[in-house]
């Protein structure tokens, strides 16, 4: 039998064409399975042997038993290039079949490097590769850009979340990704936002991770985290307060920073409109945080003057030096 596949591949001749010839020669003495393993051995290629296998009734799961069956096993990638030589579909789809059967057949871990290599291998994007991980295994949204390496590629990520309709500024998925090497609150921020997130969840999940002390400090942590990912001031001096992470004081302490970090006034007294906050309350919380005397006062000018026009200027029309020579 193996010579004949042997003499057969010599000569060019498919295995599609061969296996017939074979299974009629030998008759009932070899099997259909004993037919393919010798094809493999003699160095037919996998995906030729797949799709003959295919052609012949054999489902993917027969198939990836006999290829891992040899005695020198092929790798996860070339089985899923054979799997995905005969499935219909688009490569997304050939891809998520490969994965999940192989997967199966052969009690693979989710953390398998080849198995998780395997969709971009098969032609998938980094996005459907995701999508496909995530179907395929138990991980959470968080584990599947971890373990694909995806952190830092936030325009990946956000199509990921929306493909599969994901929030990650849950606290499980944010620790997931805090706890991931060098990952800081500035990197996480531009994740999130990316996702969609505003800059209330971010201040949000951060807290929840790792805790804001109730300082002048942490605000200028949070502002020092949100403005390179692209929130505006008023943005973040209004995630502040929508946290509600900061305690008393809370608006006094974030003017006091935003002046000292030189935010435009104009942010500042614009935030503090859209929160309704008069001056008498901020008076007061700026006193309690011991503001400097005369920013406080400068301040508070500025503030409760922002929407003060100034007079129209007077039309002075010039005297005609004649006309009053005239009159007099």
Known sequence: ???????????????????????????????????????????FPLGEVAAVMSANAYQPCEIVQLMDGQDSSPDVADIGLAIASFTEGTTADKAEAAFGTIKEELSLDDDNEELLALPGKLGCSQAEAAGIVYRGTDFGFADVLVNLNLLGLPDVIAQVAK?????????????????????????AVRILKACGSDAGDCIVSENDYSGFEDSEESVKDIFSALSPAGFSNEEIMGGIVEADVLGDNEKGAIVSVALEMGIPVGDITSFLKSEQVDADTLDDELRDIDTNILTRIDFLHTFLHADDKPAPEEVVQASDPASESEKS
């Open 1 to 43: 039998m193996k010579d004949s596949l042997r003499a057969g591949k010599a000569r060019g001749t498919g295995l599609n064409e061969l296996v017939p010839g074979v299974k009629a020669e030998f008759d009932d003495r070899v099997t259909m399975d004993e037919i393919f393993k010798a094809a493999l051995m003699i160095g």
């Open 163 to 187: 493909d599969l309709d994901q929030d990650i500024s849950s606290n499980e998925d944010y620790k997931v990704i805090r706890d991931a090497d060098n990952i800081e609150f500035e990197d």
